[in-house]
């Protein structure tokens, strides 16, 4: 057959599952992520169907959903948000942190993966999703509650980290000397902060140069430009991933809402493609060796992010439900622990293993998240003792 | 009155205040434009017992019946001393002759000795409106005369 044609039926046939895949976890009420992830297993090495034709283009429409996913990341809050949000919950990102990025961390050395894998297990481990928190949150009507603000702070923090973990993650990856290694993390630090005062000042210059009243113009500007600042990133070793990150946190106001809404559709293809990528460069074989080790992750690391939850849910003097709501409403963990992750692989300087680790950890989280923010209200209610039963006529 | 706002990052705006009976009771305001009503429940403050989309008419609507009703109140205990005289609310349905008209066409005080003495319209008072005020449907017309004269102002804003 005529490779073209090849490639354009594996393509169509794919992303014809993957819609399948959407409406079938919109049907059951979870996140599509994980079923993309089993759908790239499924096609790739070693799984039941091999597509060999869309390899190149998987590949490149990848890079472009990771570059995607972090430019809407940056979009989602404004640098006047990120700041607030440092400032008023600190403490609880600070113990986030320290709480889930060290579970991640020790398995590492535990599986003599060194330093560079514990590195990347620790972000895996690290970063909620804040897309399927901010989603469980709409989903189960918990806007107006009053823990829910905590857990937007919580992740507001996770954002501001990412900004930070990101350059140092690109600098370990490429195997840079220690001393080489500060100077890039310098340069990135200089570059984060710098970018953040330039959006808090003047984030109106950066959105009024990529505006346009036409979606199509305004479509155009912000793709190319993503692309552009994600290359010239790339060029100078701080990854293309970073560089949109960045231009994302730039962009503020209403330009950023209606470019959140207009990159809205492209960012769902795109990233869907990145989740099958992945999925396709995961040997199947490889996860059944892990899936213990996934496991014993999950379990800790939904305890150490209940933890965080609920530590920062009563400073801010939330009641018992409220806290335990908070804690379960960070569990889920999703696209960025995988763009983590793809960054690692991409490199190639990090065991297969790992790849597989991240993968079934993530299918797990992805799955236990939200059912874990539905039902731990019922559960909590439950084991109230009788005594703290409210006294009412 | 002491409404609470918090900020809500990456989705918008909460402004809410505890009532007397002990709910929190309030509006989320979403960065899309959506207005979310929120209610919370009795035994924990911290969790919402509705979370109401409302469409901007939905939301103006509402804040004219919780409004207009007040008024009505508060004006019903001032005239508690005058017996006879009775507040009552009007809407402008959309099919009311009036619709789109200035109110003085109604001719309303002198066909039956009624005043309107305010109209609540997204959510606002517009008091003592003139008689070129033009009328939307949805308007609340808040209306102080005598019982009768409230039923054929009723017949003549409804049937013109």
Request: proline share 5%; with cysteine.
């Amino acid at each position: 057959m005529d490779p073209l044609a090849l490639t354009l039926i594996e393509l169509g046939a794919v992303v014809f599952c993957l819609g399948l895949l959407a409406r079938l976890a919109g049907r059951i009420g979870m996140s599509p992520i994980p079923l993309y992830l089993v759908g790239g297993l499924a096609f790739g090495a070693g799984g039941v169907v091999k597509l060999d034709g869309m390899h190149e283009f998987a590949h490149l429409s990848g890079e472009i959903g990771v570059i995607l996913l972090l430019l809407m990341l940056g979009l989602e809050y404004t640098a006047a948000e990120l700041f607030t949000g440092l400032r008023r919950s600190w403490q609880a990102g600070v113990l986030d942190l320290v709480l889930n990025f060290a579970p991640g961390a020790a398995l590492a050395f535990l599986l003599g993966w060194g330093t560079v894998g514990a590195m990347v297990m620790g972000g895996v481990t690290y970063i909620s999703s804040s897309g399927i928190a901010a989603k469980v949150i709409t989903d189960l009507g918990r806007l107006g509650n009053r823990e829910t603000p905590v857990v937007l702070s919580i992740l507001v923090f996770e954002d501001l980290a990412m900004a930070v973990y990101l350059p140092i993650l690109t600098a370990t990856l490429a195997g840079v000397s220690f001393l080489g290694g500060l100077t890039t993390v310098g340069i990135s630090l200089a570059v984060v902060t710098f970018v953040l005062m330039v959006a808090l000042r003047h984030g109106h210059h950066v959105s009024k140069a990529v505006h346009s009243e036409n979606s199509e113009v305004f479509l155009l500007n912000l793709l190319g430009a993503a692309l552009l600042v994600a290359g010239v990133a790339s060029a100078m070793q701080v990854s293309a991933a970073v560089g949109a990150f960045m231009l994302g946190i730039a962009i503020s106001g209403a330009t950023a809402h209606s470019a959140t809404r207009i990159l809205e559709p492209l960012r769902d293809l795109f990233a869907a493609i990145f989740f099958v990528a992945f999925g396709l460069n995961t040997d199947p074989s490889t996860i059944p060796p892990v899936l213990g080790w996934a496991l014993v992750l999950a379990v800790i690391t939904a305890v150490t992010k209940m933890i965080t939850g609920i530590w920062a849910a009563k400073r801010a003097g939330i009641g018992r439900a409220g806290r335990f709501r908070a804690g379960a409403a960070l569990i889920a963990r999703g696209e960025f622990s995988i763009v983590i992750a793809g960054l690692a692989v991409a490199s190639g300087v990090v065991p297969r293993e790992l790849a597989a680790l991240a993968t079934a950890y993530v299918l797990l989280m992805a799955i236990i998240g939200p059912l874990a923010a539905r039902y731990v209200e019922p559960l909590v209610k439950a084991f109230r003792p009788p005594a703290q039963e409210p006294a009412r006529a | 009155m002491n409404v609470d706002e918090t900020d809500l990052p990456g989705l918008g705006r909460r402004k809410d205040f505890m009532t007397a009976s002990g709910r929190r009771i309030g509006v989320v305001e979403l960065r899309e434009g959506q207005t979310e009503l929120i209610v919370s429940t009795w035994d924990d403050p911290d969790t919402c017992q509705a979370s109401i989309p409302l469409t901007g008419d939905e939301a103006a609507t509402l804040g004219n019946l919780l409004g207009g009703q007040h008024l009505a109140m508060k004006l019903t205990e001032e005239h508690r001393d005058v017996p006879g005289i009775v507040t009552r609310q009007f809407s402008i349905a959309p099919d009311s002759p009036f619709q789109n008209q200035p109110m003085g066409k109604a001719c309303i005080r002198t066909r039956c000795g009624v005043s309107i003495v305010a109209i609540m319209r997204e959510g606002e008072v517009l008091p003592s409106p003139g008689p070129d005020v033009v009328l939307h449907s949805g308007d609340l017309l808040v209306a102080v005369g005598t019982q009768e004269g409230l039923d054929s102002a009723a017949d003549i804003l409804r049937n013109g």
